[in-house]
């Protein structure tokens, strides 16, 4: 499966943005999706993750309450709505994608990427 990440911009701290993940293939539902986001000088973390089936959602402690991950099959793409931006949430943010996966925050799981796309956040 091959990935493409989009919908990333410079924003204000408290801004909203609402990053995309569109997959090839007819095998979407299949796979469980993951965010994660690599800042400056720092590894890459995870951020959020849908099960394949949708039923489990899984967040980092930082984004809990800020971020929704969402997926919508019938277009092969997945969802993360970004709300309330914090400075410290500047990165590139990835997609990733894990066949039969139950959200997984380990990206060693993950067995396709996509390119990532940047998020800015201004103070």
């Known amino acids: 499966v091959q990935l493409q990440a989009s919908g990333g911009g410079l924003v204000q701290a408290g801004g909203s943005l609402r990053l995309s993940c569109a997959a090839s293939?007819?095998?979407?539902?299949?796979?469980?999706m993951g965010w994660f986001r690599q800042a400056p000088g720092k590894e890459r973390e995870f951020v959020a993750a849908?099960?394949?089936?949708?039923?489990?959602?899984n967040y980092a402690d930082s984004v809990k309450g800020r971020f929704t991950i969402s997926r919508d099959n019938a277009k092969n793409t997945a969802y993360l709505q970004v709300n309330t931006l914090k400075p410290e949430d500047t990165a590139v943010y990835y997609c990733?994608?894990?066949?039969w996966g139950l959200g997984s925050p380990q990206q060693n799981q993950y067995d396709y990427w996509g390119q990532g796309t940047q998020v800015t956040v201004s103070s």
């Open positions: 990733a994608a894990d066949q």
């Open positions: 293939g007819r095998t979407f539902s299949s796979y469980a």
């Open positions: 849908i099960s394949w089936s949708g039923g489990t959602l």
